[in-house]
């Protein structure tokens, strides 16, 4: 069942009257379980099309149909409601409130949703230990590396277990070794059922995706369904050459 | 290679050929395989050459095993190869970049698809790497951050190739 959906999306932005298309007619279903990588050059229209999943912008044209929801259909505050529920936000920028432990950052949107603190406490600490942050709890933002903020940034968007974790660029700001470890939690929480969509300009990101929809100048132009369970260490013989 | 190969391995103990190749395909996850008989020949060809010594060992109810030790000259001929810089492998796919070229001038097929199956080949390698990673053999994770690297490399070259020679499917319909 589609969780997320586009119909024949288009944006336009107007400055100083002059138009910008930024998506020109984006249809996309997004499966429930699916684990999809949006890729394409700056400027392709990406984060446009990731700000209005989420329902943060509307388009100029088509609709979007969250968990069943046409956004068009609802006012701004029906719409932040639905999103709260819905919706996991992971940025490039990991936007930690820094004056309040992890634990205190990854609950508040859990409190702000109006669940029971000790529900939200049970399921933290099960993010936490899951991203390999147990003993972290009680730190300050400052206090942890790049990779581990962004670790906490996931838990934080993962609290009200949403329908769709949509993420931009999550491993931007991440050396390679911290990224590949983000994008393989991210990974587990997909076989653990997470539906996640991503945005990126790099194909090291997208290849940890199942399915990769290529972008260019505001619409998807191609995608390819990736193959797994291939034997890894057959991937490195092929891949190495030895001279012999 | 090989012959140094074993020589490094022998550098850390004396050892016999199986533990050799044994001890130096677990040194790289078990990704680079190495034929025994080919371990065998290059011994005999190490011995030959002064560079290692092999003493056979009995065995009770087995067949003498030949341990192996490296010599002082097999040692200086280690270090004379660790210290030469390896030489720069800037795989380009030539063979792809031919086909692209081969490509442009005869108008035999389409440009775009071309280059999109190769984008898609060197995707799919990305995601196969991506298991290892996150790998706990360090050994074996480098390897597969270097290859992971390498790939980057191909595939932003694919898209220099792409800007220069063809556009993406959906423009090219529209054109």
Redo the contacts between chains.
Sequence with gaps: MSILETRNVHKVYRSDGVAVHALRGVELALQSGEFVAVMG?SGCGKSTLLHLLAGLDSPTEGEVVLDGHRLNDLNESRRAILRRRTVGFVFQAYNLIPNLTVADNVDLPGLLAGRPPAEVARRREELLEALGLADKGRAFPHQLSGGQQQRVAIARALINAPTVLLADEPTGNLD??SG??V??LL?RFNADGQTILLVTH???V???AQR?I?M??G?F??E?E???G?D??R???K?????? | ??KFAILGMLAQAPAYGYEIKRAFEAML?????VNIGQIYSTLARLERDGLVTCEEVSQELLPNRKVCTITEAGRAALVEWLQQPAAP?A?LRVDFYLKLLLAYRSHAVDLTSLI?QQR?T?????????????AQDES?RL???G??????AD?RWL?RCEEVFGA????DAEA
Excluded: C, Y
Aim: charged letters at 20%.
């Design positions: 050059p390679s070794r590949n470890e994008l393989a990974r790099d194909p090291k997208a290849s940890f990769i290529f260019r100048d619409r132009v191609s390819m990736m193959a797994g291939g890894p260490t991937v490195i013989a891949l190495v050459e030895v001279e012999q | 290679m090989l996850g078990h990704t680079w395989p492998s795989r999109w898609q060197l995707l799919q390698a990305l995601a196969d790497l991506t298991p290892l990673l996150t074996l390897l597969a951050e290859l992971q690297l390498h790939l980057e595939l898209d993406s499917p959906e423009s």
